[in-house]
Every structure is written in C-alpha cells, then in structure tokens.
C-alpha cells in the first residue's frame, strides 16, 4: 500500500526542547516537502527536497532543520529556537513533473507544554 | 514572487445552490494552478489540476489568465462538499498555497 506516513500524529514538547517529526514515504518520488498550517494561514513552506542530500529553506525555515540522507525519509526538526512551534506539519511528496500534485501525509500536531 | 489568494475565509451554502470558490493568483511565469480538499479528519488531497480540464465530483475550474484567477465551481453542492479547500499555484518545485476557504453546505 503505497502513500505517506507522519509519526507522530500527537507530540508534545517543552519549552526549550528540540523534536523530530518522522516523514517516510514509499512512492519512489524525488522530492519531499514540509509545510505548517495554521488556521487562517494556509499552508506555509518550510523546507524541501528535490533530491537526497540536497534541500532548500522556505518561506518560514528559521527554528527549523531537516536531513535527506535517504529518498524515502525527510524528518524535520523543531527547535528551541523556533518561538511559535505549536502548529500542525503537513509532509508531502511528488514527482519530479509538477503537474501531478503533491500527496500529502495525515500530520503531526505539536503542541508546546 | 507568487502569491496566492482567497479572499473569502467561510463560505456558506445550502444544498442544491451552486458555489464558487474565489481563487486570484500573482505570478510572472505561466501559471500551474491546483485545488486541494482536506475533508475533516481527513487527509489534504489533490481536488483538480488546471492543465487537465477535469470535472471531480462535479467541480470545475477554468483559468483565467486575464483576470488572474481560477475559481472554483459547483452547480449544485452536496453536504459531503462540506471541507476546506485550498488554492495552490506551482513554481519551480514548490506549491504556494492560499489561505483557505472553509465550505459549509447546509441541509
């Protein structure tokens, strides 16, 4: 069964503290994305990958870090530098041929305690 | 720089009345325009492609490059229409989406 998955879906941090989020795919696409959404925002771009070990920030990288030492992972890390983490992150995927859309992973939802 | 927009947050219907979902974008470079549906619970998911004159579950969108804009269309909407939708606009690998509009088709 192909597709996206997020782990987490639940993630709860302290202030201060860094965190992964884990981002596995098994599309066979180049390129992985991650975005946050916020309500009345929209989704927001915070880091992608076009190919492994190669990416590039967004529009919202700061407090954020990301690793593609593998195709089919892109785990980004929150942290302590990030002053508003508590969001929802989206993970996506595509292929090369942006026509096709992105599919898109269920999220993680990290809340700061 | 590409931007996105969708100027109406909530959008509220009743059922069997048609909808248009607003979508205006900028963008110097020739325009690849998606619409995506997050029903609740439920994963964001492509809705329909600009490229591909599609009609899913009876939407429909035309670009209009004059105006800048790709609404999106419904003659008649369905309560399981009911969802947030997002405007996106791809340049070079990346998707900029806008802000959102929250459907409601009420009994």
């Known amino acids: 069964d192909g597709g996206i998955t997020q782990s987490p879906k639940y993630l709860f941090r302290k202030e201060g503290q860094n965190v992964t989020l884990s981002c596995e795919q098994n599309l066979n696409h180049d390129a992985m994305y991650w975005y946050r959404q916020d309500p009345g925002q929209g989704l927001r771009l915070i880091y992608y990958?076009?190919?492994?070990?190669?990416?590039q920030k967004g529009d919202i990288a700061e407090g954020y870090s990301v690793s593609r030492e593998k195709k089919e992972s892109f785990p980004l890390t929150v942290t302590s530098a990030q002053k508003n983490p508590t969001a929802f992150y989206l993970c996506?995927?595509?292929?090369?041929?942006?026509?096709?859309?992105?599919?898109f992973g269920s999220g993680t939802r990290l809340t700061v305690v | 720089a590409q931007r996105v927009t969708q100027p109406e947050k909530l959008l509220s219907v009743f059922k069997g009345a048609p909808v248009e979902l607003k979508c205006n974008y900028s963008y110097s470079g020739s325009p690849e325009l998606f619409w995506y549906v997050q029903y609740s619970r439920q994963r964001l998911q492509l809705l329909l492609r600009h490229i591909s004159r599609e009609s899913i579950k009876g939407f429909t969108a035309d670009l209009n490059k004059g105006e800048t804009s790709f609404h999106l269309k419904k003659p008649f909407a369905q309560e399981e229409d009911s969802a947030m939708y997002y405007c996106?606009?791809?340049?070079?690998?990346?998707?900029?989406f806008g802000e959102g509009t929250q459907l409601t088709v009420n009994p």
């Open positions: 996106a606009l791809a340049s070079g690998s990346r998707l900029t």
């Open positions: 990958s076009q190919i492994v070990n190669d990416f």
């Open positions: 996506a995927s595509s292929m090369r041929v942006r026509r096709y859309g992105y599919t």
